[in-house]
């Protein structure tokens, strides 16, 4: 069963962008499109052929490939609760961290080969936030590293539950790291409150900006991407509730239900508030780094790996 | 001293003889004695052929005394060319846009003024040399700074205009308007069209979103030229659709500041909310925007009973419902830490850049013709104008919110009571011949949804039209803009933009 996560991950893409669309509609009382209309979407887009200014280079043209198979690589290392993912080893969430780093490294890069002053701009903004949300995903992965022996996605999650010596004090704080895993997803995705990816003014954008000049197949592939981006992140979170000891049809509801809910919260965290200042984002990322550094310290002095005296 | 200028009142017409005509320094000695006291400024300030002169008039307006002062001066129009005046915009920064203006159509060079930049390349400007391609931009020379040029073709439906930005990073340190993109000679297209009709037709087509203010203030100006007394009714009906386009246009606006700070809920409410408002004004005239409602000295469609009794079930639903969201948006923490010290400007700022309307307000300035120069529907009421001291976007969207309040009350007030609407005599009396007074200047303002519309008429020996000029508020108010963006971020360039939601044909003409 090593590739049911990669199975369910498929499902859940397919689904995430239309969800989150629809709960955004019902909630300011707008009749919602189809669940499923991103998806037709995305096909429309890879039937038509791409457009290419004569200033760009051959970067902007295999960047959205580059994109798109890193994170679909990426889903390759999704486990499926305690079972590791079709790949699995030592320290995979570290490879899985830099993998899609290439591929946003890719699409900042193409960005900028568009020398448009407006991309400029989102890939530089891309970078920084970035590079501010790169510690905190090593702080959540390394916390729960500290009792998983060797730390391997897969291990990290059959070893969640004994993060302290009670069962409650160790789903306490695995509530705290989902809900850091959670802002990392809206940060990566580029969801509110960092970015908002309804918006049509270029000066505001961050990501959305940075993909301006893509066309046809190339923004189709960029689409598909961010939707198995999602359902990346929504397995990250899924994986907590699965167990072992649970038939495999009830791990199956359990992982398919969190990426349902997974894109029900999205859907509401963006209905009823504004986004943030630009400036202030750096201060909410930072924000997440430093719970993250608390959960850290918080399992460290549990397992009497840290004395405090 | 009496003889240097002459005080009228908002739409009433004077012979142009009376006007006394200076020469320049006396002008300018007289400008400097009015124009420091806060009461006192700028409504209109132009050149125009008259005869072999160039005749010049300026307009200040004494919002205490309610009163307008006119002044004037001449010269020979063959001499034009080699004059150099000393600049007011030297002590007075707001009136650069009008020595800018009159520099660009006649070529006079005002000394100590900073830059006479070109305002909208009109098809009659001096130097036909100088093209929109040409525009002498501000620029500063650095490595570490980058500019960046918005427009002046934008993504989405939205009027032509070039943004540049100087920044030093994210950090803006100038932004520089260039407009005139949109200027079609509608000033000319006044006189050119002889027909009233075509000429009303064209004032409802200055600026879209302004159809109702800037046909009400033309056909105040028309009237008072043409000696006609309307009714009291229609003043009224004239005063309810200019406060039902106010209502239109700023939940409109507000519904698109939360758009622009992805606030969902903001956006769809008002969005939603605005639409009823809107069709009423169709249901009224056949126009959403309010074309066709206002005609010289009449009027097609009347406030019928049944149309009131309907008004009053649309706003009562409105009411509540904007009430209830206006109420959230103030509660809303995500929205305040967005809006709030954002393009701050001050009182002093606004004052000195002659900022009209709402961009006054917002900053303090209590600016609004409503109060200062009633005329039409607000001589039987009277309107206080709401002022708020923190001058920021966070202002802005909340002196929308109070402004759309104060003229709910107003409207409702006024349709409740059912004697003003009997009468109905002259009201149907529409596009008649009309005698025009022969030699005569009249000024007409308005407070429209953005700020003072001015409108100036001036004709000749045969009673027909021999200049005609348009001022909308935004030609003061473009520079609050440009202010409102110094060392703000690039990114919150939209919601300061959309905060002053400004007229570009209004400015273009």
């Known amino acids: 069963m090593t590739g049911m996560a990669l199975l369910l991950a498929f499902v859940t893409a397919f689904f995430i962008p239309g969800i989150i669309g629809a709960v955004k509609a019902k909630s300011c009382g707008r009749k919602a499109p ?123 999650y059959a070893n969640a539950g004994a993060l302290s010596d009670t069962p409650y004090l160790s789903w306490m704080i695995i509530v705290f790291i989902i809900y850091i895993l959670f802002n990392i997803a809206l940060v990566e995705n580029s969801r509110l409150p960092v970015d908002d990816p309804k918006t049509h003014l270029e000066l505001t954008m961050v990501h959305e900006v940075m993909v301006l000049d893509n066309s046809g197949f190339d923004l189709g592939l960029i689409q598909a991407a961010n939707a198995l981006k999602f359902a990346l992140y929504g397995g990250l979170i899924a994986n907590f509730f699965l167990s072992p000891e649970f038939h495999l049809i009830t791990n199956v509801a359990i992982f398919l239900g969190m990426g349902v809910l997974f894109a029900i919260a999205i859907g509401l965290s963006e209905s009823f508030r504004a986004r943030n200042k630009m400036k202030k984002n750096s201060l909410y990322i930072v924000l997440m780094f430093s719970l993250a550094v608390l959960i850290f310290f918080l399992i460290l002095a549990m397992n009497s790996k840290f004395i405090l005296t | 001293m009496m003889n240097t200028h002459i005080y009228v009142e908002n739409n009433k017409a004077i012979e142009i003889k009376k006007i006394p005509t200076l020469n320049y320094d006396e002008f300018y000695n007289i400008a400097v004695e009015l124009l420091p006291k806060e009461e006192v400024h700028c409504v209109n300030y132009f050149g125009f052929p008259y005869g072999e002169k160039l005749k010049f008039i300026c307009a200040f307006a004494d919002d205490k005394e309610h009163k307008i002062a006119l002044l004037s001066y001449e010269f020979e129009n063959k001499n034009v060319k080699d004059l150099n005046l000393k600049s007011l915009t030297e002590t007075f920064p707001a009136m650069h846009i009008f020595e800018r203006e009159i520099n660009e159509n006649f070529g006079i060079m005002f000394q100590g003024h900073p830059w006479l930049k070109p305002i909208r390349f009109p098809h009659n400007r001096y130097d036909k040399k100088l093209q929109i391609s040409q525009y002498p931009f501000y620029q500063i020379e650095s490595e570490q700074l980058h500019e960046v040029g918005v427009g002046p073709i934008h993504a989405g439906v939205i009027e032509p205009g070039h943004f540049r930005f100087i920044c030093n990073g994210e950090n803006v340190l100038s932004l520089e308007i260039q407009l005139g993109w949109q200027h079609r000679g509608i000033e000319n297209l006044f006189l050119k069209n002889e027909n009233w009709l075509g000429r009303n037709l064209l004032a409802e087509n200055i600026a879209g979103d302004t159809a109702i203010g800037h046909a009400s203030t033309f056909a105040s100006a028309i009237e008072s030229l043409a000696g006609i007394k309307i009714s009291k009714r229609l003043k009224i009906e004239r005063m309810i659709a200019l406060e039902l386009e106010r209502i239109a246009t700023n939940t409109g606006d507000m519904s698109a500041l939360c758009t622009d700070i992805a606030y969902q809920l903001g956006a769809a409410v008002f969005g939603i909310l605005r639409t009823p408002i809107v ?74 850049i002659g900022a009209v309307g709402m961009a006054a307000r917002m900053a303090g300035l209590p600016r609004d013709i409503r109060k200062s120069h009633p005329s039409g529907g607000y001589e039987f009421v009277n309107y206080e104008p709401i002022t708020l001291e923190s001058g920021d976007v966070f202002a802005r969207f909340l002196l929308r919110s109070k402004e759309i309040q104060e003229s709910l009350k107003l409207i409702e007030n006024i349709i409740s009571n059912d004697s003003v609407f009997a009468e109905t005599d002259d009201m149907f009396e529409v596009d008649k011949p009309l005698t025009i007074q022969k030699d005569s200047f009249v000024l007409s303002l308005t407070e429209g949804w953005r700020g003072e519309i001015c409108h100036t008429a001036i004709t000749d020996n045969k009673g027909d039209l021999l200049f005609y000029k348009i001022k909308d508020p935004s030609l003061h108010n473009w520079k609050a803009l440009e202010l409102s963006l110094r060392n703000l971020e690039i990114s919150d360039f939209p919601i300061n933009n959309k905060s002053y939601n400004l007229s570009y044909a209004g400015n273009d003409l």
């Open chain 1, 34 to 156: 189809s669940l499923i209309q991103p998806m037709f979407d995305i096909f429309r887009l890879l039937k038509k052929g791409s457009v290419y200014s004569n200033s760009t280079s051959f970067i902007f043209q295999i960047a959205p490939i580059v994109y798109f198979a890193t994170i679909f690589l990426g889903l390759f290392f999704l486990p499926f609760g305690a079972e590791k993912g079709i790949f699995g080893f030592t320290s995979d969430f570290i490879f899985l961290a830099y993998l899609l780093a290439i591929g946003k490294f890719f699409m900042i890069l193409s960005a900028i080969d568009t020398a448009s002053p407006f991309e400029g701009m989102g890939a530089n903004r891309e970078a920084f936030y970035s590079m501010l949300i790169e510690p905190v995903f090593f702080t959540i992965m390394g916390s729960l590293a500290l009792v998983a022996q060797p730390p391997s996605l897969g291990n990290l």
């Open chain 2, 279 to 352: 069709n009423f004004t169709q249901r009224w005239c056949g126009n959403r925007l309010g074309k066709g409602m206002i005609r010289i000295g009449g009027t097609h469609y009347p406030l019928t009973p049944e149309l009131r009794r309907e008004l009053h079930e649309v706003l009562k639903k409105y009411k509540k419902k904007f009430l209830e969201m206006a109420h959230q948006c103030y509660h809303l923490v995500s929205l305040q830490d967005r809006f709030d010290d954002i393009g701050t400007l001050t009182k002093k700022q606004v004052r000195l």
